[in-house]
């Protein structure tokens, strides 16, 4: 039998941990491992904003028919103009051209297969570290990946000249993935005079950027957080960024993303565009249409945007209350060690600077779930279990 000689892989080495924390039937369990934001309940939330534009599409919507293959060009354009700012020239002179993608994990994966179709050959070069998924998307894309580097464990913050360094020596036919905020895992941030020294080795050096933007709004605002991005696209003819309203809309199980593309003219652009979308025709056809026009709904209107921001911010704050809590209940404990660079990362993540050997004890020995490397969900901590959350990392400090 052809599938009894197929192997078992191993499960997901986060989603992976979901499931044995479901499994876990300890009762001071906490979960610190995927990236999902909870409230001060525990429970991940469906925003006011999102639950307004649902019940205006229910009244409203007339048709289940099948979207353009790129999704509805009124999504496109507001996506385009939260990415890029509505202000941005490539906008105005068709230098943009945007998809809908299934999250943005799906938008990286489009966005490899037309890079592995039409730059053959190039290597895909990533942060030390990245996401683990990362990797894994751009090799089974067929690319060759490098690393360059960028975080430094001693300073726990973008170790930005030995970035700037490793950059300028990448080819010029090769890509480079940018996180643009809230890095993914270690939560730290290139500053804005790094940005602009990361857009002058782009022009000079020629590579193509590929940008994850994944957090927009969970760093220090929705403005803020694509400026080093604008400082960037406002320097270079070609770009491709990956973006996702999972987090900042809270829209997880809906898989609503977006695969912008900047050419150096309109018509690069435009050509671009169809050659994507005949890369989507052949894996899904078309996107799906809820998610999507929940995010366009509250784009689009006002008051429902309005809304939104008042919820990202609120969000925002939560994430920086929790990192502030757990560098203060871990300096209690533990007073030789300074964990304020805890409260100067960005985002739902902290790279605690655990070993590997910690996460085990402690998912272990006190039921508490991290990723490996030592990943922390900041955005999963709970009041309730901070404290023992805290004596739990102390003690595996003390090992």
């Known amino acids: 039998m052809f599938f009894n000689q197929i192997p078992a892989t191993p499960p997901d080495p986060i989603l992976g941990l979901t499931e044995a924390f479901r499994n876990d039937s300890r009762p001071e369990k906490v979960n610190l491992g ?50 890029c700012g509505a202000e941005f020239s490539g906008l105005a002179t068709g230098r943009v051209a945007v998809t809908q993608a299934p999250g943005g994990t799906g938008a990286l994966r489009i966005g490899a297969e037309f890079l592995r179709q039409f730059r053959p050959g190039a290597t895909i070069w990533v942060p030390t570290p990245t996401w683990d998924n990362h990797k894994k998307l751009f090799g ?67 590579w193509l950027p590929f940008f994850d933007f994944a957090y927009q709004g969970f ?77 366009q709904t509250v784009l689009t209107q006002p008051e429902l945007y309005r809304r939104w921001v008042e919820e990202v911010t609120a969000m ?41 050997a910690q996460v085990d004890f402690l998912r272990e020995e006190k039921a508490i779930y991290m990723v490996k490397g030592g990943r922390i969900n900041v955005a999963g901590l709970m009041a309730e279990s901070l404290d023992y959350v805290c004596d739990s990392i102390a003690a595996s400090l003390n090992m």
């Open 140 to 206: 089974a894309a067929g690319f060759a990946i490098k690393d360059y580097p960028y975080y430094s464990s001693v300073s726990h913050a973008v170790d930005v000249d030995a970035m700037c360094e490793g950059l300028a020596a990448i080819p010029a036919d090769d890509i480079v993935l940018l996180h643009v905020c809230c890095h993914n895992p270690t939560g730290g941030d290139v500053d804005a005079a790094g940005w602009q020294r990361v857009a002058e080795i782009a022009v000079r050096r020629g």
């Open 34 to 83: 995927v990236g999902i934001f909870v409230d001060e309940r525990g429970a991940t939330p469906v925003l006011d904003c999102i639950r307004q534009a649902g019940q205006q599409l229910q009244e409203t919507e007339k048709t289940k028919n099948y979207l353009p293959i790129s999704g509805a060009p009124e999504y496109g354009e507001a996506v385009s103009r939260l990415i």
């Open 219 to 295: 760093g220090d605002g929705l403005e803020e957080d694509r400026r080093g991005l604008q400082t960037v696209l406002a320097q270079i003819p070609e770009a491709l960024v990956a973006y996702s309203f999972s987090k900042n809309m809270g829209l997880y199980s809906e898989r609503v993303g977006a695969l912008l593309m900047m050419a150096d003219d309109s018509s690069a652009a435009r050509a671009v565009l169809s050659q994507v979308k005949r890369i989507i025709r052949v894996i899904y056809s078309n996107p799906p249409k809820h998610g999507a026009a929940l995010a």
């Open 316 to 356: 925002r704050q939560r994430i920086a209350a929790n990192r502030q809590m757990l560098a203060d209940g871990l300096s209690q404990r533990v007073p030789e060690q300074d964990f304020s660079f805890i409260t100067r990362q960005k985002g739902m993540f902290s790279y605690s600077g655990l070993s590997d």
